[in-house]
């Protein structure tokens, strides 16, 4: 599909969401409003011929006609800017949900990771006014078509060279586009400087932050850096600013002289008997519209350039999104199985982070965790332990080899159904502010309303909890708790635990703001209801964890080292060989002396 094709696709598609009928009513107001504006014209000079003939009827008729057509004007321009203003919201909220949909439809999380996305993400969210608007900006364009059109035929019937006036005004249309293209590669240039400023923004305007920003006295500097970012930021937009400006001057010189020799031509005509006094006024009050009919048509031409360019970034994101689905959809997708048999196997895995200069987080990597297991994954940090997880998750594909599930490559499951099969609690788990039956619930989002399998979910993790399933968490939030971050981390836990039946059940670190013993506990707990599924499903449990009182509860520990496995086995057999896994149980065991 060619890019104009498209974009009358996504227009249609975008009319028909936010509304046909609202679009409708948009642009016949709009259409309605402009023409009777330069109709105005045409009844005063009829009025004023109609004085100096001494025609009493025509001046009457014009008169009337004249207030009819104020009376439509002045209605119809604010039924015109009421329904422009909702097409416009309409608009907006349809994109805005696109755009969510773009971005958390891929299967996986590269693209979070990638500089030319989040430019794109950040440019659309401070231009989506330009792309929600290019629905009513087309309502505006056909209004300002038909006000042009008839203002040329107004004049042409006073004389046809004041056709020539318009013309004049296309040098400062072509320059409007210059300057606005200008603007653009300067906002352009500026994106990843905004980023960074709207990153020290929020560290000293945000919860989060706040701790270490008082610790280590940061406030002031981190207020330096904005400043200095965003005087590097606005001294490269004022610069195209002035540029664009001094350019859309030199466009406007031309349509300026013409309207001064149209007024003498038309004031030359009358004095010598070729022209009324209707006429005179009619060229008059027309060469002012025309002007102003211009910076309409520059305005809307611009408006309609910035949107295009947006509309076009938007389809990046769509057509990125879409390849991203494609890349995870097997052509013949194989069936997840309902239970394990013999378990999850990676074969000579190596894996590289997208865009990365660093060497491989994991090489050559063979693993096998068998059915109805409990594992342990540990190893020193950078050996790769997070990124096997995001590999089991399907967030990221394997740069080489291959993960087997029952002998099947994952790679044949529809990504979505295998997710339908996992439960995971992570270190950098999110902290939903929602109710906490919601922010448990939505582990299993089937149920979410459902209050038994939520406090089932948090019985299952010890988590005893001193406020109701409804009420609402987070401190910004009218009536709203704040929760440490150990109870913050068990609300995640139990999120994780919602599912009744997972094929594989993944932890990474997802307790490590709990001390030693509220995390052996925990594990426990962990470990039983592990155990259970693993009955019934022969599910996986596989679990990261520096503690090392943890790590002993798992059936067979995996050390990684280099991104590659260099122990596996239980703990004692572990201890007793002396390796790495020795070592670092060692040093810990001293660290508790």
């Known amino acids: 599909m060619t890019d104009r094709r498209r974009v009358l696709h996504l227009l249609a598609d975008l009319s028909r969401r936010a509304g046909v009928r609202r679009s409708v009513f948009a642009v016949t107001t709009s259409l309605v409003s402009g023409v009777t504006a330069v109709v105005v014209s045409l009844w005063l000079k009829l009025i004023l011929n109609g004085v100096a003939r001494g025609e009493g009827g025509l001046v009457t008729a014009a008169a009337v006609a004249l207030g009819v057509t104020v009376v439509v004007q002045s209605a119809t321009a604010t039924l015109a800017l009421r329904f422009l203003a909702e097409l ?36 659309l969210k401070q231009e989506l006014n330009y792309l929600s608007g290019f629905l009513p900006i087309l309502g505006e364009g056909a209004a300002l078509a038909g006000r042009i059109g008839l203002t040329a035929v107004l004049l ?15 040098p400062s249309v072509y320059a409007g586009g210059v300057a606005e293209r200008v603007v653009n590669r300067a906002n352009v240039a500026t994106a990843e400087k905004r980023r960074r400023e709207q990153h020290l923004f929020d560290l000293v305007t945000t919860a989060s932050p706040a701790k270490e ?29 002035l540029r664009a400006g001094l350019v859309r001057s030199s466009g406007w010189l031309p349509f300026a002289a013409g309207y001064l020799a149209a007024v003498a031509f038309v004031l030359e005509r009358a004095g010598s008997g070729r022209a009324t006094p209707g006429d005179v006024l009619l060229v008059m009050i027309l060469a002012g519209q025309v002007n102003g009919q211009v910076a309409q048509l520059l305005n809307v031409s611009n408006r309609s350039a910035s949107a295009l360019r947006v509309l076009r970034r938007y389809l990046w994101l769509r057509d990125y999104a879409a390849e991203a689905v494609a890349r995870l959809r097997p052509e013949s997708p194989a069936p997840v199985p309902s239970s394990l048999r013999t378990g999850i196997e990676l074969c000579d895995v190596s894996f590289r982070y997208p865009q990365s ?49 029952d002998g099947v490559d994952l790679r044949a499951f529809d990504v979505d159904r295998w997710r339908e099969r996992l439960s ?26 459902d209050a038994e399998p939520v406090r089932a979910a948090l019985g299952r993790v010890g988590a005893d909890f001193p406020f109701e399933l409804d009420c609402q968490l987070g401190r910004q939030w009218v009536g709203g708790v704040d929760l440490s971050e150990g109870q913050w981390q068990k609300v995640a836990m139990a999120r994780a635990m919602m599912r009744a039946a997972p094929l594989l059940l993944l932890l990474d670190e997802p307790t490590s703001g709990l001390d030693a013993h509220a995390e052996h506990e925990l594990f426990e707990l962990f470990a039983g209801v592990a155990s259970t599924i693993a009955r019934r499903s022969g599910a996986i449990a596989v679990f990261v964890s520096h503690r090392f009182s943890t790590v002993r509860m798992a059936d067979h520990i995996v050390v990684l080292a280099g991104g590659c496995v260099v122990e596996q086995g239980d703990h004692d057999a572990l201890v007793a060989a002396g390796g790495l896994y020795s070592e670092l149980y060692a040093i810990q065991a001293r660290a508790y002396e």
């Open 213 to 241: 920003v008082r610790i280590f006295g940061l406030g002031d500097e981190v207020v330096r850096r904005e400043r200095a970012a965003w005087a590097e930021t606005t001294d490269v937009i004022a610069r195209a600013q």
């Open 88 to 123: 416009q919201f309409a608009c907006g909220r349809q994109l805005v949900c696109d755009i969510m949909r773009a971005a958390s439809g891929p299967g996986g999380i590269e693209h979070y990771e990638r500089p030319e996305f989040a430019d794109r993400i950040v440019l």
């Open 156 to 170: 042409a019937g006073v004389h046809p060279a004041l056709l020539l006036l318009p013309i004049l005004a296309v």
């Open 424 to 449: 995971g609690g992570f270190q950098d788990f999110a902290r939903l502010e929602l109710l906490l039956r919601e922010s448990v619930g939505v582990g299993n989002v089937a149920v979410v309303d």
């Open 357 to 405: 200069n660093r060497d491989a987080v994991l090489s050559g990597l063979n693993l096998r965790l068998e059915a109805g297991s409990t594992v342990a994954i540990v190893g020193e940090n950078g050996a790769g332990k997070t990124s096997l997880i995001k590999l089991l998750c399907r967030f990221y594909e394997p740069t080489s080899g291959v993960v087997t599930v």
